[in-house]
RNA sequence: GCCCCCAUCGUCUAGUGGCCUAGGACACCACCCUUUCAAGGUGGCGGCACGGGUUCGAAUCCCGUUGGGGGUGCCA
């Protein structure tokens, strides 16, 4: 027998963001595509056409995009919207009850739940299984589940078995006559050639109904495989109100996608040997359904910024300037645009890049630079000037200032001479200045910036401090 | 209620019966380096949920308990 290309579907649900855990999935779904020379199908979930807004699709194209699930790569597919096939789906429901797959039921939700408490049971009776309703204003089209049981080979989990009397005849179609996401999403499958169907665990319950009504429409099943969900610290399922779970998010803040993609990975897997920055290429060779995890993962932001860290000081200073661009010259930047100097901004991006792990940090190390006049931390400021020797000292180091040479080097070696004849070690005596430069007492390695800052601005910074702290 | 899944350091994981007095990573702590803060280096803290089996031998296999999570819609 001829094997047929592998089709794997990737199906997330138009929210109006990209969810974390779904690039996971994508994620996986894309590297086996990679793998085994097979198609990755974007089919976006909706049996609402009045959902369908483009500009989400669109999003989630991006998005997969920005994590390297290129649309353009003859392994991917689509994107598709569910509801596009809405006739298939319907038409669907109308062969299965042909076959008597299906049979309508008149039966209000209320009156079943009325029958089910009555009677002891857990869900629908199967009340209308031999009435031979016919189709009609409040008739929906429920399946007829058979008896005996229900196997779904898992690839992560192996078998699981699902008794089938502990499984409800289940809707097919609403009373409206509109198909349920259910029977969609298989009638889109099979329409589809689907032959992988790789998704969040919490869709195993559903796996056994789909399972049946891949049989009953003669079709065979795909490879199931259900991949452990990511919670967060409360171990629950992430979600939007609770969680920061959207990958535009990050994205906006400045995680770079190698190292969203990498820490993703090792989420439910990891890859051999003691390391687990890893590039690409490797996850692509070593992946394995099989070795995923069966247990939930938190997702770790403080990991995913420690990986992204990483990521930062691997790239070489023109690639760190580059990624910095967005960031540098978004509107969100504390400086007017038209005192940004690239040159400056590039003499500092050294210092700059082993000391954020995010790029949305990066602002705030070069701000001073590029602004009228450094943003003062107050605390700060008043703990850096209540040392007695604060002022004296930084008085001799204006004055020194004036004429020494304007090099890093022997702006340190004026400092220190100050430190000396005061008996205060650099560390110490440098924080006064520094809060009258850059207004923070924290920061990049001081000298090179005032350098930069040049001779007549530094003396202005420390003489209006000297000013402010005299107040 | 019923069904399903899960269980190794705080977290993510390695581990598929002897290589495990359980390895790595993040976080945390200490020290070194140092111009503050980082980065880097070195070291430390810290775990097989519990109880029964099976076996010469169990983190690994089986059963149970407990604990977590998910599903159970005429939502997707």
Redesign the pocket.
Known sequence: MASATPRYRFAP?PTGFFHVGGARTALYNWILALQNDGVFVLRV????ESRNHPQWTQGIVDALAWIGIDSSDRHFEGPYF?SAYAAEHVAAAEALVKSGHGYYCD???EQVQQRAKEKGL??YDGYSRDRGLAPGP?H?LRFRVPEGQTVVRDVV?GD????ND?I?DF?LL???GSP???LANVVDDIAMNITHVVRA??????APKQQMLWNALGATPPVWAHV??L?NE????LSKRRDKVAVEQYRQEGILPAAMVNYLM?????PHG???IVPWSQIVEEFKLE?V??????F?I??LN?FN??YI?LMSLDEFIAACQPIINSEQVPWPANRFDASVFKAMAPLVQ??VAVLSEVPALVDFLFMAEPMIDEAAFAKAFGAEWARPTLVEIATRFEKCAWT?DSL?TEVEAVGTQHDVK??KL?GPL?IAITGR????????PIELLGRDESLRRINSALQRANR
Not at 234 to 237: E, S, V
Not at 441 to 448: A, N, Q
């Open positions: 649900s979930e909706d049996t609402d569910q039966l209000t939700t857990n869900g409040g929906v989990r699981v078995e699902f008794a502990t409800e809707v609403r009373s409206n349920v996401f259910l665990e919490e869709h195993l319950p559903n452990p969900v919670v409360q171990r629950k399922k090792t989420l439910g897997w990891a003691d390391t687990e070795s995890n069966h247990s939930p993962a938190f770790d403080k990991k420690a860290g990483e000081r082993t000391r890093a340190k650099l560390g440098q520094r007492s924290i920061g990049t390695p001081l000298f090179e």
